[in-house]
């Protein structure tokens, strides 16, 4: 059974800083592309990073520069360190697990690509 668990969400003033972790169990996350999504209030799910099964990332153009997504193999975690915060990065946010046989550089914007999901971890930006 494949588990995703999120933690690191919380409260910041604009221009800070938050630390988001995915603890995954049931897979590798070394072995599939892991993404981070995100939902504001009254929009639709919207893509926010990926990891590829390379180590290669790739970022929406709104976080570009200010957030990056990394992997810890030994901790099975995949992270997202957000810096710059701003009011419009308010969401909560998930983590998935795309969990389809890719080509190792494969990776995907497309939550409906994306086999699993945590529970998300509300992050609240204060102007």
């Known amino acids: 059974q494949v588990q995703l668990v999120e933690s690191g969400g919380g409260l910041v003033q604009a221009g800070g800083s938050l630390r988001l972790s995915c603890a995954a169990s049931g897979r590798t996350v070394s072995n599939f592309a892991m993404g981070w999504f995100r939902q504001a209030p009254g929009k639709e799910r919207e893509f926010v990073a990926v990891?590829?099964?390379?180590?290669?990332?790739y970022y929406a153009d709104s976080v570009k520069g200010r957030f990056t997504i990394s992997r810890d193999n030994a901790k099975n975690t995949v992270s997202l360190q957000m810096n710059s915060l701003k009011p419009e990065d308010t969401a909560i946010y998930y983590c998935a697990l795309d969990s389809s046989p890719r080509y190792y550089n494969y990776y995907s914007t497309a939550a409906n690509e994306y086999s699993y999901w945590g529970q998300g971890t509300q992050v609240t930006v204060s102007s």
């Open positions: 990891i590829n099964r390379s180590g290669g990332t």
